[in-house]
């Protein structure tokens, strides 16, 4: 079973920064695209950030667009999130997903995603 393995989330202040990064573990599988959810206490998952495997397309929520970056390295089937200018508002456990199917369109919904990591939570303090 695939299973997904998330790293880099951690306390932060307001306008700091944060890295998460996201690989898979057990049985290896080329990933189509892949993504970043979160889900704040109380509320439902959302989508952050998306990417295809050519890494030519991308998308973002638009509360993160401008602060965060996903890229990614196929050469080690990992994905990163890159987030600068973080507000209180972000804090949230954070998800990575992934796909081996290849889409043309960046997929923005969680029904889309068949691997998922067990998340990794990100706190910003005021």
């Known amino acids: 079973q695939v299973q997904l393995v998330e790293s880099g989330g951690g306390l932060v202040q307001a306008g700091g920064s944060l890295t998460l990064s996201c690989a898979p573990s057990?049985?290896?599988?080329?990933?189509?695209?892949m993504g970043w959810f979160r889900q704040a206490p109380g509320k439902e998952r959302e989508f952050v950030a998306a990417?295809?495997?050519?890494?030519?397309?991308?998308s973002y929520a638009d509360s993160v667009k401008g602060r965060f970056t996903i890229s990614r390295d196929n050469t080690k089937n990992t994905v990163y999130l890159q987030m600068n200018s973080l507000k209180p508002e972000d804090t949230a456990v954070y998800y990575c997903?992934?796909?081996?199917?290849?889409?043309?369109?960046?997929?923005?919904?969680?029904?889309?995603?068949?691997?998922w990591g067990q998340g990794t939570q990100v706190t910003v303090s005021s």
């Open positions: 990417i295809l495997r050519s890494g030519l397309r991308t």
């Open positions: 057990g049985r290896t599988v080329s990933t189509g695209y």
């Open positions: 997903a992934a796909d081996y199917r290849v889409r043309a369109l960046v997929p923005v919904t969680t029904n889309d995603y068949t691997y």
